[in-house]
Structures are given as structure tokens and as C-alpha cells.
């Protein structure tokens, strides 16, 4: 069963956003886009988001996790859950793309 936080967090708006995501064509277009639509804090904990699901992956034990990577528990738990049973897209990032992001 796919784990969802509420029932309507795929509207149109969101679906738009997904949509134009997947027609940036290139890094730096992606990161300017990105930079332009996030605030530093909104790009920081998505990025850190991503790098502790590399290390849930990893089999890296979370408080580790937490210590490597400045976060919570509550967060490495939060990313942990959603990495096995949410709805694939953590699982899909992984398996496309290199361990480069990290942290040691």
C-alpha cells in the first residue's frame, strides 16, 4: 500500500509542476529553475532529503545519517519510510542516478 500524506496532494498545480520538471532538459537548466522556485532553505532540505535517502539505502545506520548529514532523526526516520513504502519516486531517483550527492 502507497503511503500518502492526505488525500489531495496531487492536484492540477502539482501535476503542472511535475509536467514542467520533466521538459527542463539539461542540469543547468534545471538548477536555475530550481533556484528560482525554492528559497535557499527549500533547496537545502531537499537536497539534504535526497542525500539521506542515498544513506538509508547504503544501509547506513540513521544516527550516522543525522550526525554525517546535520539532521534530525525525526528526518532520516521521515525519509526512510517514504524511501520503502511511499510511492516510488525516491526509489526511481536512486536507481537513475550516480551516489554522487554523498556526504561522508
Not at 75 to 99: C, F, I, K, M, S
Amino acid at each position: 500500500m502507497k503511503q500518502t500524506e492526505g488525500t489531495n496532494w496531487r492536484t492540477p498545480a502539482v501535476e503542472d509542476l511535475a509536467a514542467a520538471l520533466t521538459r527542463i532538459g539539461n542540469g543547468e537548466t534545471m538548477l536555475a529553475f530550481l533556484r528560482d522556485i525554492c528559497s535557499h532553505n527549500e533547496l537545502a532540505t531537499l537536497a539534504q532529503r535526497l542525500q539521506v535517502a542515498r544513506l538509508v539505502d547504503a544501509g547506513v545506520p540513521y544516527t550516522e545519517i543525522a550526525r554525517r548529514l546535520d539532521a534530525s532523526t525525526a528526518t532520516v526516520t521521515r525519509v526512510a519510510q517514504w524511501l520503502r513504502h511511499g510511492e516510488g519516486g525516491y526509489r526511481a531517483v536512486l536507481d537513475a542516478t550516480p551516489n554522487s550527492g554523498e556526504s561522508s
